[in-house]
């Protein structure tokens, strides 16, 4: 997530926004290719929509998208930019109007829980990767929200700004799989946004147009990433920590225990991303 937001308009997208009449577009030409050992599941997380999974790895796990317009209707939109319904099942974050936006799963909050996805960067400029990320624990972005301004560093949003109360009361999980240095953000995938920061190597990049698992595990104040079946990033999120570099937005201690999920749209031209195969386990009760 960077300071400046650009406002294109994808041509022929229809906003999330317009729930549940939104039109899904036709598939990616992009091909899907894959890293050893990542994303080999298809777009069918093992069980429909709002059931639990009984068998594999992910038994236990609730799918809360499984590529499917009943699905994807229980999720809302708040902000710019825009996440659409593609014809293969998966969701696409992508441009739209000013400003940053989520995509939130409004069925119901979490407490303690793990989150597995998968993701694809999609960038259509030639050489610049693509960026969102994963938020998390964040209140349902319907301003106002006492204590949870819609500001950058203190500076209202003052056009579609809904968004903001997600990355200033919640934690974002970065995706960007950019080089380090240069103008590039710095934050990588599987960062814990400004607090726990990741380089490329780190983050274990991929090639665009690579398919990848993502999994992260909060439990109480501790925030564990796992990308292609590893561990990324540990965090601990104690109180009182200013945000870095936004020293006027709210600290630490404004992450609370209880919150919303959501997928970001970033708004650049590159930030084209795709995601499918949404589940989650609530182990508040471990």
Not at 44 to 53: E, F, L, M, Q, S
Not at 110 to 121: A, P
Not at 138 to 144: E, G, H, I, S
């Amino acid at each position: 997530m960077r300071k400046t937001i650009a406002a294109f308009l994808g041509a022929g997208a229809l906003a999330v926004a317009a729930l549940p009449a939104v039109a899904a577009e036709r598939p990616s030409k992009r091909p899907d290719k894959h890293h050893p050992g990542a994303g080999k599941g298809h777009n069918k997380p093992g069980a429909p929509c709002g059931k639990t999974i009984n068998r594999g790895p992910d038994a236990g796990y609730e799918v809360i998208f499984d590529g499917t317009r009943r699905c994807f209707e229980r999720w809302k939109y708040a902000g710019g930019s825009q996440v659409t319904l593609q014809r293969d099942g998966t969701l696409r974050a992508a441009p739209g109007a000013p400003n940053l936006g989520v995509l939130w799963y409004a069925a119901r909050p979490y407490g303690d829980f793990s989150l597995r996805l998968q993701f694809r960067d999609d960038s259509p400029v030639a050489g610049v990767r693509a960026n969102s990320g994963v938020q998390v624990r964040f209140p349902a972005p319907k301003p106002p929200v006492p204590g949870c301004p819609m500001t950058f560093d203190g500076s209202p949003q003052t056009e579609n700004p809904a968004a903001w109360i997600a990355v200033n009361c919640g934690h974002e999980i970065q995706i960007n799989d950019s080089p380090d240095g240069g103008t590039n953000d710095p934050r990588k995938t599987g960062s814990i946004y400004g607090f726990a920061d990741l380089n490329a190597t780190q983050a274990r990049v991929t090639p665009a147009g690579t398919w990848n698992d993502l999994e992260i595990k909060v439990v109480g104040q501790t925030y564990t990433v796992f990308r292609n079946g590893v561990k990324i990033n540990e965090y601990e999120n104690k109180p009182g920590v200013p945000f870095p570099g936004r020293p006027n937005d709210p600290d630490s201690s404004s992450r609370g225990l209880v919150g919303y999920l959501g997928l970001q749209a970033h708004g650049a031209p590159q930030d084209v991303v795709s995601f499918r195969n949404i589940r989650v386990l609530d182990i508040s009760a471990q």
